[in-house]
């Protein structure tokens, strides 16, 4: 079993992933999308949302990341695809599956569920540009209003030549509104001969059970559950018990840190708040320190706001 942490728009950015990876095993990241329009985007481009570029393109604990792009025009995403090969890009992960209106509007992500000769010329183009050492993988949902496209899409796919699918089991229509149809991913598995990895709606480890055992996809992909619970992946490959709020509370001060003392301390405030409303789906206590910071905008107050309720130090690297 692989477990790969999943791109989130704004919210899983390298610092995010530097930390997931130093707590959990996975095997794998996929950056945040770049956007491909009509030129070949500069390597500034590639380096800010992917500075392990400059690293072999792996975390500071040793994680492969796999840079994404999203785009309708099959020959500038294959060129894109090449400029970040030549970057250091390890692989390239092409987008299908984002619901976001401003993205579908201009026929990105989850709008080209509806065009699988459009998904074929897009996944052709990139694996021929890319290094045949180097993997090409996708990401789609299972249809655009209906769950219904998903077996055309990803044997479109498949056929272009691409190496590994990722499945978000719902549609665009669904959004993220539960339930996660894990069971129609088994078409797929069984159709392909390539990898299908299974996604949505994994919040606890026995979540991500029933999601292979109904889906028949022996890796996974984690996104928000990784945001709610950061040890998912710990828990979930190796049995590890669920962090407690203090070692939470010990996280959040060190994502603070990397937040203050990086080049996105500007959106520190925001980011710290976006993370504690996906860890309210998990930890009560969460509610109470949004509910606390809230209302502040200065990144001090916030940090002793977290410092007030910080255990001991040293509790997270006893989690593992």
Not at 110 to 136: F, N, W
Request: a neutral charge; glycine letters at 6%; one cysteine or more.
């Amino acid at each position: 079993m692989r477990l790969i942490l999943a791109p989130m728009e704004g919210v899983l950015d390298h610092l995010m992933r530097d930390l997931l990876t130093r707590l959990n095993p996975y095997d794998l990241c996929v950056t945040e999308f770049v956007r491909v329009v009509n030129m070949r985007l500069p390597p500034r481009v590639f380096y800010r949302l992917c500075p392990e570029l400059h690293h072999g393109c792996n975390t500071p604990a040793g994680t492969p990341v796999r840079i994404q792009l999203l785009g309708q025009d099959a020959d500038w995403l294959a060129e894109n695809a090449e400029q970040a090969c030549r970057l250091g890009a390890n692989g390239i992960d092409l987008n299908f599956g984002c619901p976001a209106k401003t993205v579908n509007k201009h026929r990105g992500g989850a709008a080209l569920l509806a065009d699988s000769e459009q998904l074929y010329r897009i996944g052709r183009a990139v694996r021929a540009a890319v290094p045949a050492h180097l993997p090409v993988s996708a990401k789609i949902r299972l249809g655009l209003e209906e769950r219904n496209s998903y077996l055309e899409n990803s044997q479109a796919l498949a056929e272009a030549g691409i190496n590994e699918l990722t499945v978000h089991a719902r549609s665009k229509k669904d959004g993220y509104r539960p339930p996660a149809y894990w069971s129609l991913v088994t078409e797929i598995q069984q159709r392909l001969t390539i990898p299908v990895v299974i996604n949505g709606e994994i919040w606890h480890a026995d979540h991500a059970t029933q999601a292979r055992a109904q889906s028949g996809c022996s890796d996974i992909m984690l996104g928000r559950g990784a945001l709610a619970l950061p040890n998912l992946a710990d828990t979930i490959k190796t049995g590890a018990a669920p962090m407690s709020w203090q070692q939470v509370i010990a996280l959040l001060l060190d994502y603070s840190a990397l937040e203050v003392e990086g080049n996105k301390a500007v959106y520190y405030p925001n980011r710290i708040k976006q993370w504690l409303n996906y860890l309210k789906l998990q930890y009560p206590e969460a509610r109470e320190l949004f509910t606390a910071i809230r209302t502040l905008k200065h990144t001090e107050e916030i940090r002793q706001e977290l410092a007030q309720q910080a255990p001991l130090r040293g509790a997270v690297s006893d989690q593992r």
